[in-house]
């Protein structure tokens, strides 16, 4: 499967961007989809997963309560809403698919599939 992430940008502390990632190439429904970010220097570190319905999540408690995991099978895009943006969240975010079914995969290496990346950064 291919991926697309886009819609990063430059926002100032407190406000909202939403991340985009649209699939090709095989059936997006039978994965679960995730978000990681790298930014420099650092680590690539889990961000939020989705199940591949849709029906569970999970989110890294640096994000939790401010960032939105969804998905559209219907568009074959995955995304991921970010809202009270801090300069900490600065970073490349990734999206990653998972061909393991109903299953919420939180290790990066776990992940089958990767899409090119989108530069986030907030600025103070």
């Known amino acids: 499967v291919q991926l697309q992430a886009s819609g990063g940008g430059l926002v100032q502390a407190g406000g909202s961007l939403r991340l985009s990632c649209a699939a090709s190439?095989?059936?997006?429904?039978?994965?679960?989809m995730g978000w990681f970010r790298q930014a420099p220097a650092k680590e690539r570190e889990f961000v939020a997963a989705?199940?591949?319905?849709?029906?569970?999540?999970f989110y890294d408690d640096s994000v939790k309560g401010r960032f939105t995991i969804s998905r559209d099978n219907a568009k074959n895009t995955v995304y991921l809403q970010m809202n009270s943006l801090k300069p900490e969240d600065t970073a490349v975010y990734y999206c990653?698919?998972?061909?393991?079914?109903?299953?919420?995969?939180?290790?990066?290496?776990?992940?089958?599939?990767w899409g090119q990346g989108t530069q986030v950064t907030v600025s103070s």
């Open positions: 190439g095989r059936t997006f429904s039978m994965f679960g």
């Open positions: 990653a698919a998972d061909s393991t079914p109903n299953y919420i995969q939180l290790l990066a290496h776990e992940y089958d599939y």
């Open positions: 989705i199940s591949s319905s849709g029906s569970y999540t």
